[in-house]
């Protein structure tokens, strides 16, 4: 009985750190994503391609501000997050944090742009992601 335990949670294990490395193993991007990325961001310098499910996710740096993008393999743009200083949120995303996370650091925040031309905010609070609109409405 405890070698079928320590064998199930060694599965375990190996699974989860299996996941992980998966996650962030860098992949290189086919010629249609690589060149779709070139051409909506010229001058973006440390380029790093991973999966992001079916997709492709392209963290990078570009005019003093990290970045990320989303890309389908055939190089369709989906969307592009910005880091932004906490205190550029909506006020309104502001005050709902300040309701809701009293006391809370918020580490993160960011700016999405998706390819309907929508534009979300994103602060990160402890290990999680909240989402508001453009106006910092709470989405979820």
Known sequence: ??????????????TQANAQQKKETPVTPGNEAKAAFNQKF??????RWEKEGADLEVNFEM???????VFSPKGQWQETETEIPVKALPANASRYLQEHF???KVSE????????????YEAEVGKKDILFDASGKWLK
């Open 1 to 14: 009985m405890k070698r079928q335990i320590v064998m199930i949670l060694a599965a375990m294990a190996f």
């Open 42 to 47: 010229p001058g973006a310098t440390k380029a």
């Open 63 to 69: 005019n003093g501000h990290e970045m990320s993008a």
């Open 109 to 120: 925040a960011a700016r999405i742009e998706k390819a309907d031309g929508s534009v979300r």
């Open 102 to 104: 009293a006391g809370q």
